[in-house]
């Protein structure tokens, strides 16, 4: 079964600075990777996918993906975060054992300081 | 309409109780989900309706017994609920099941069992 993994519980990064949050998953079919981010007190929205094709990602609030099949990674990233950017952030994939699960890594809280 | 409108945002029910949770979706997607998310946890799933069929139940609890009148409503009955059942129920929905679609969330509904 396919499963992600997301190394930091925390990042902590000052205003304006660039940010890196981590995903790795395991799956030995196809790759269908999602990022979701968690504002406080609401639901979770979708930031960006990958399904195939150009491993760079781009999403909204200038947030994007690079899909690392070598590495097994598809880590988060944008070049200059703003204070709105405090939030929980998700990978999340398919659970291959459930075409229609999806199984959510552990979460990174995404903390920027003024 | 590209919005799961959840209700109600809040709900604080006795033990004894029986209360309902409402999902609703105008996107024309035939897929809906409820998860279930505990503080500092990402969201776990519970069931899936695919094509207004319950397609997956992930062993939940009888006290939880979810509905789908209709291609746009998604219910959630509780009853007899326990302080544990306490959590963020959220609803999603993605345009059909399957594995390349990203859920659209609605903001939840924060349920407390006393």
């Known amino acids: 079964a396919q499963s992600v993994t997301q190394l930091d519980s925390q990042v902590p990064v000052f205003e304006e600075a660039p940010v890196e949050l981590r995903c790795n998953y395991s799956?030995?079919?196809?790759?269908?990777l999602f990022w979701y981010v968690q504002y406080p007190n609401q639901g979770l929205q979708l930031l960006l996918k990958?399904?195939?094709?150009?491993?760079l990602v781009k999403g909204i609030n200038g947030f994007e993906a690079e899909f690392n099949k070598s590495q097994t990674s598809f880590h988060l990233r944008k070049p200059s975060v703003h204070i709105s950017d405090t939030a929980e952030y998700f990978c999340?994939?398919?659970?291959?054992?459930?075409?229609?699960?999806?199984?959510f890594g552990t979460g990174t809280k995404l903390q920027v300081i003024p | 309409d590209t919005e799961v409108t959840q209700t109600p945002k809040h709900l604080v029910m006795g033990m004894t109780n029986k209360k309902s949770l409402k999902c609703e979706q105008h996107m024309g997607h035939r897929a809906m989900y409820w998860y279930k998310q505990k503080a500092k946890k990402p969201p776990e799933l519970m069931f899936v309706y695919s094509y207004e069929k319950l397609s997956i139940n992930e062993s939940v609890p009888s006290r939880f017994s979810p509905e789908c009148p209709n291609s746009s409503l998604l219910n959630l009955h509780l009853h007899a609920l326990q302080p544990e059942d306490s959590a963020l129920y959220l609803c999603a929905s993605s345009q059909a099941p399957g594995q390349g679609y990203g859920y659209t969330f609605g903001s939840g509904t924060r349920l407390t069992v006393v």
């Open positions: 799956s030995s079919v196809s790759v269908y």
């Open positions: 990958y399904l195939s094709g150009s491993t």
């Open positions: 999340a994939a398919p659970n291959s054992g459930g075409y229609q699960k999806v199984t």
